[in-house]
């Protein structure tokens, strides 16, 4: 059984983001004085008196509001409360009991779920505000007192929200879970692509660029394994980024990335390639991870028989850099090609974490030299004494060698070649560390 979920909903700026990162002990929501900065559900997790749970944040909630993000931010909400066991509704002092905190309680109350009302900033020791009994009347029992900033009353909190918990269940243990970071331009269909792959409204889609702001994390369990998407903010280039907020979702998207094990880089097949895609991808090569490119939107385009090969030879060229990753043709809107997806996420993230051993590695140079010798300099052969697997994510190899300078970049590369053909180490950077040992003869 899955574990249990707690959702933290209310109105805008209340303080839930803050809340929610105090809980998990990770800056993962972004926190900004700016009313919606949320957007979206974001997951993570809790671990109180030796039991975790699922901690959702979700935006600020205005009942009425027709703006079609906030809206959305509406559903996001109802789609949290819907799936949560146990309800945090936060309010806030400084402000007091306000009409849509009311609004908000009504609607809890309507769901059925148990809710434990939380009054936040209340920053101060002592005696709470006479603004604090206001809460009361909500009739949601009694408010517990809690300064989300400096993390006092929280643990009274989540004792409310433990007795409140459905009773534990053994569970099975993780299986091994691909951590996969969805990446690329605003608009190319990054969240489309997530809600298609878990069948639900897991992410706030629209047109308007920069919708997405935090990194959303969504645990998808299917035939080809489990996972673990992370929905990332569309990046642009630096000199059209002047909001605080999207600055901040540049640096979760990076941070993504890094703790990915497999980024898949979405290109819109409609727009076609843009020099931001290849900075996009190239924060991923560095990095070192497994990489895939997704050209979505492919339902949209006017074809021949010709189209996709053409499409895929000017990507390759337009990714040389990375040639090792395989370019899929999907359809987030349909669903079209996404069990290929999967196989390559799982063929990338396995030759990203490959481990070859060293007889075998030598075997290959040994073979390798043969058929072609290893350049010489001024009468002075290149010699490559052996290799050896140094870590993996990326497969990195050492090559002790007589001199450096003689193992010139194109023979490295034949090596690789070599070396990606025996193993099949497709979707995965390599690298190379060379070391000189000075000549034995």
């Known amino acids: 059984m899955a574990r249990p979920v707690v959702a933290i909903v209310g109105r805008p700026n209340v303080g839930k983001s803050t809340l929610f990162n105090k809980l998990i002990g990770k800056r993962i929501a972004i926190v900004d004085d700016t009313p919606g900065v949320t957007r979206d559900r974001i997951f993570g997790e809790c671990e109180w008196r030796n039991r975790k749970v699922s901690l959702i944040d979700t935006g600020g909630i ?5 703006d079609i993000i906030l809206s959305q931010m509406r559903r996001q909400a109802q789609l949290a409360i819907e799936a949560a066991d146990v309800i945090i509704l936060v309010t806030d002092v400084k402000s ?26 209340c920053d101060k020791i002592g005696e709470p505000d006479p603004e604090f009994y206001e809460f009361y009347n909500l009739g949601l029992g009694d408010p517990i007192q809690v300064s989300s900033v ?5 643990g009274d909190l989540l004792d409310a929200v433990y007795d409140l918990l459905p009773e534990e269940v053994n569970e099975d ?34 047109n308007i660029a920069g919708t997405t702001r935090d990194s959303i994390d969504t645990l998808v369990k299917n035939d ?13 280039r630096k000199t059209k980024v002047d909001d605080e907020i999207e600055k901040y979702s540049v640096i979760r998207a990076k941070m993504a990335i ?8 979405m290109i819109d097949a409609t727009e076609g390639f843009a020099d931001q895609d290849s900075k996009i991808a190239g924060l991923a090569h560095e990095s070192g991870k497994a990489c895939i490119i997704a050209v979505n939107k492919w339902d949209a385009v006017a074809k021949d028989g010709k189209t996709m090969q053409k499409m895929r030879e000017s990507l390759e060229n337009d990714f040389s850099f990375m040639s090792y990753a395989p370019i899929v043709f999907i359809s987030a809107k349909t669903g079209q090609r996404l069990d290929s997806l999967f196989e390559h996420i799982n063929a990338a993230a396995n030759a990203n974490a490959m481990r070859i051993k060293t007889g075998m ?11 072609v010798q290893p350049p010489t300099d001024k009468g002075r052969r290149l010699k490559i004494y052996y290799m050896t697997q140094a870590s993996v994510k990326p497969p990195t190899f050492v090559c002790f060698v007589n001199s450096s300078d003689l193992f010139h970049f194109s023979y490295q590369r034949y090596l690789e070649n070599r ?23």
């Open 150 to 154: 400096h993390g006092t009353g929280t």
């Open 258 to 265: 890094e703790r990915s094990d497999v980024c898949v880089i």
């Open 96 to 121: 007091g009991l306000v009409a849509t905190d009311q609004e908000v309680a009504t609607m809890l109350q309507k769901s059925g779920r148990p809710v434990v009302l939380c009054v936040n900033k």
């Open 419 to 441: 070396i990606r053909d025996t193993f099949g180490l497709e979707g995965t950077p390599v690298r190379f560390i060379v070391r000189e040992r000075g000549d034995k003869e």
């Open 173 to 206: 243990e993780d299986n091994e879970i691909i951590n996969v970071a969805v990446i690329g331009r605003p608009n190319v269909g990054k969240s489309s692509l997530i809600n298609r792959i878990t069948g639900e409204e897991r992410c706030i889609v629209s």
């Open 224 to 236: 080809f394994g489990e996972f673990n998407f992370t929905d990332t903010a569309g990046l642009r």
């Open 62 to 66: 205005e009942p009425y509001s027709n």
């Open 361 to 371: 590695l030598n075997d290959i140079l040994a073979e390798a030299t043969a058929r």
